[in-house]
């Protein structure tokens, strides 16, 4: 199993930037598809943004499309959530999560398909 360590996460104003880093270990994570979710109060978690092994396919949900960039360096076993624009309602814990796939193109969005999942890192933006 890989391991996820999420970091980067703070309280930060509406309009400004964050990038959050989930740090690999135990394997190699150009094994696996990556994913971000969040979970705010009181809600469900949420996807967020998804990208494939060789980092060449990614999507994300509509509500964070145009604002964050979801990538990965394999070789520095990381992935990272670039977020820009940053709004009262993007407050959450963030989880980042890893799920091993044999498509190298493979993106996963359904929370429920992930196997490896951080401890979370918390996002407060303030208005």
């Known amino acids: 199993q890989v391991q996820l360590v999420e970091s980067g996460g703070g309280l930060v104003q509406a309009g400004d930037s964050l990038t959050l880093s989930c740090a690999a270990s135990g394997r190699t994570l150009s094994s696996y598809a990556m994913g971000w979710f969040r979970q705010a109060p009181g809600k469900d978690r949420e996807f967020v943004a998804a990208i494939s092994r060789n980092g060449g396919r990614t999507y994300y949900a509509d509500s964070v499309k145009g604002r964050f960039t979801i990538s990965r360096d394999n070789a520095k076993n990381t992935a990272y959530l670039q977020m820009v624009s940053l709004k009262p309602e993007d407050t959450a814990v963030y989880y980042c999560?890893?799920?091993?796939?044999?498509?190298?193109?493979?993106?996963?969005?359904?929370?429920?398909?992930?196997?490896?999942w951080g401890q979370g890192t918390q996002v407060a933006v303030s208005s």
């Open positions: 999560a890893a799920v091993s796939s044999i498509f190298s193109d493979r993106v996963v969005t359904n929370g429920n398909e992930y196997i490896n």
